[in-house]
């Protein structure tokens, strides 16, 4: 079960900016750097954003993550139509190996 | 460029093991740069994390799953295993494997992802 909390929808028309949250703990948010993944319909997510806030190569600026406290989130800006997607947190902590927990997931509608 | 490639069946009985395989190519699965992980996605459900191998053996299981799990490395084959035993149809899902990043603990590379159905 997540322990990442998201809105399960957001959506806006193009040109649009659309934030998505992740609520977490200080077992994973405060303590981790989080991650930002896209996922398309029918295909493994790819990833957007590591360490808070560092674009993946080659994700346009449009992307921007930010992290304070418990929560994160993921912005959007000049909305696409081929930003409709899902779209995941998530936050892994490693000691002797990994261990990662994803967010709720959002669903973005490009109206 | 780093890749990966599930393999194994696609129905499995109920009771039964589930198994399946990742194929690593373009990187070693001896490196000491990643970590070596299973994540799975219920039809129409989120991302949850499965378990994880390090190349030294190191195992990590979610612990809803760690009485069925077991995760293993073939460095003879550059691939690594997934095997849950006394699935259900709650198994039923896509599983990716993927390979988080030593020094970021993002997952930059993923398998295509394998739908396993767990039906009689």
């Known amino acids: 079960q997540s322990v990442l909390t998201q809105p399960p929808s957001a959506s806006g028309t193009p040109g649009q900016r659309v934030t998505i949250s992740c609520s977490g703990s200080n077992s994973n948010i405060v303590s981790n750097s989080v991650n930002w993944y896209q996922q398309l319909p029918g295909t493994a997510p790819k990833l957007l954003i590591y360490?808070?806030?560092q674009r993946s190569s080659g994700v346009p600026d449009r992307f921007s993550a930010s992290k304070s406290g418990t929560s994160a989130s993921l912005a959007i800006s000049g909305l696409l139509s081929e930003d409709e997607a899902d779209y995941y947190c998530?936050?892994?902590?490693?000691?002797?190996?990994?261990?990662?927990?994803f967010g709720t997931g959002t669903k973005v509608t490009v109206l | 460029q780093l890749q990966l490639q599930e393999s194994g069946p696609g129905l499995v009985k109920p009771s039964e093991t589930l198994s399946l395989t990742c194929a690593v190519s373009?990187?070693?699965?001896?490196?000491?740069?990643?970590?070596w992980g299973w994540i799975r996605q219920p039809p129409g459900k989120g991302l949850e994390w499965i378990g994880s191998i390090y190349y030294t053996g190191s195992t990590y299981y979610n612990p809803s799953l760690k009485s069925r799990l077991t995760i293993s490395v073939d460095t003879s084959k550059n691939q690594f295993s997934l095997k849950l035993s006394s699935v259900t149809a709650a198994d039923t899902a896509v599983y990716y494997c993927a390979s988080p990043y030593i020094s970021s603990l993002s997952i930059d590379y993923w398998g295509q992802g394998t739908l396993v159905t767990v039906s009689s």
């Open positions: 998530a936050s892994c902590n490693d000691g002797l190996n990994v261990f990662c927990v």
């Open positions: 373009g990187a070693s699965i001896s490196s000491s740069s990643y970590y």
């Open positions: 360490r808070d806030n």
